[in-house]
């Protein structure tokens, strides 16, 4: 099983591999995803034991050893590090990665019979360059596994070469579920397939972010509600401010029916002036 903690790859400025935690067993296929071709390329190089990280722990099974780890890794297609360059045939690439094998296992550096046992006689021919996204992903990982001491593949920014998941994934699949020789494969991608369900991890996953500071919560005490200046008092209607004018009475407002059968009552003749008025009295005198 290969297992990678708090893995990190100092750069000139920014981190060149920010902290990234993953893992993937025999038989597994882990699909990584980062944005940045470089971030991807640091992460596939120190997977397969091609760069020191600067902190972290990466292990495969039960080593931790740089050198253990690149003999039982394959890095296939890095741009800029093993990508097969354009100019080359088929058959010359061929030719060249089966001298990289040791010497026990390569047998004779032939690249024809190599063709024809793994049914790559059509496109001996070709140049790099002609070839599909599919059929260049399956050769460069037949050319991998011509070493029988692989059993770890770390494949670089695959979906480059083509934007349809199907050029690429299936095989990766067959490769990690081959009960013959079950591998552990790691595809490190731009972004995840839309479809895509199994393991997957992203790159910076185990960037330490420093925790917010919790606001503190201190009880405010009640403040006197402060008069409202004169101007801020809302007006009242002017049917609130006057009271309310008293009904008339309904006596008052009507007059009263006159009853035909109640007899008029007599007049009440005034009384008599109790006292004569100064001025009349002299006036009667003197006409006597």
């Given at each position: 099983?290969?297992?990678?903690?708090?893995?990190?790859?100092n750069g000139r400025r920014d981190d060149l591999l920010p902290a990234t935690s993953?893992?993937?067993?025999?038989?597994?296929?882990?699909?990584v995803a980062g944005e940045g071709q470089d971030q991807r390329t640091a992460l596939a190089l120190a997977l397969s034991g091609r760069m020191k990280p600067s902190n972290g722990v990466l292990s495969w099974d039960t080593t931790t050893k740089t050198k253990k780890i690149?003999?039982?890794?394959?890095?296939?297609?890095?741009?800029?590090?093993?990508?097969?360059?354009?100019?080359?045939?088929?058959?010359?690439?061929?030719?060249?990665?089966?001298s990289l094998i040791p010497r026990r296992y390569r047998g004779?550096?032939?690249?024809?019979?190599?063709?024809?046992?793994?049914?790559?006689?059509?496109?001996?021919?070709?140049?790099?360059?002609?070839?599909?996204?599919?059929?260049?992903?399956?050769?460069l990982t037949?050319?991998?596994?011509a070493d029988p001491a692989t059993d770890l593949l770390v494949i670089d920014s695959p979906d480059r070469h083509s934007a349809d998941p199907a050029a690429w994934l299936p095989r990766l699949q067959a490769l990690a579920s081959d009960a013959g020789?079950?591998?552990?494969?790691?595809?490190?991608?731009?972004?995840?397939?839309?479809?895509?369900?199994?393991?997957?991890?992203?790159?910076?996953?185990?960037?330490?972010?420093?925790p917010e500071p919790e606001a503190e919560y201190a009880p405010s005490e009640p403040q006197p509600a402060e008069p409202k200046p004169a101007s801020a008092v809302e007006p009242?209607?002017?049917?609130?401010?006057?009271?309310?004018?008293?009904?008339?009475?309904?006596?008052?407002?009507?007059?009263?029916?006159?009853?035909?059968?109640?007899p008029e009552t007599p007049e009440t003749p005034a009384a008599p002036k109790t006292a004569a008025e100064p001025d009349s009295e002299n006036l009667q005198r003197t006409a006597k």
């Open positions: 099983m290969l297992s990678v903690q708090q893995l990190q790859i993953l893992q993937v067993r025999r038989g597994e296929l882990l699909l690149r003999l039982a890794s394959a890095l296939v297609d890095s741009p800029g590090v093993n990508e097969p360059e354009q100019h080359l045939s088929v058959r010359d690439l061929v030719t060249e990665d089966l004779a550096l032939l690249s024809k019979p190599w063709l024809k046992v793994n049914s790559f006689e059509d496109i001996a021919g070709l140049w790099i360059e002609q070839l599909p996204a599919g059929r260049r992903l399956e050769l037949a050319l991998a596994l020789r079950p591998l552990a494969v790691v595809a490190v991608v731009g972004a995840l397939p839309d479809t895509w369900t199994g393991a997957a991890a992203v790159i910076g996953n185990s960037i330490a972010h420093p009242q209607p002017a049917a609130e401010l006057l009271p309310a004018a008293e009904p008339k009475a309904k006596h008052a407002a009507e007059p009263a029916p006159e009853d035909p059968k109640t």
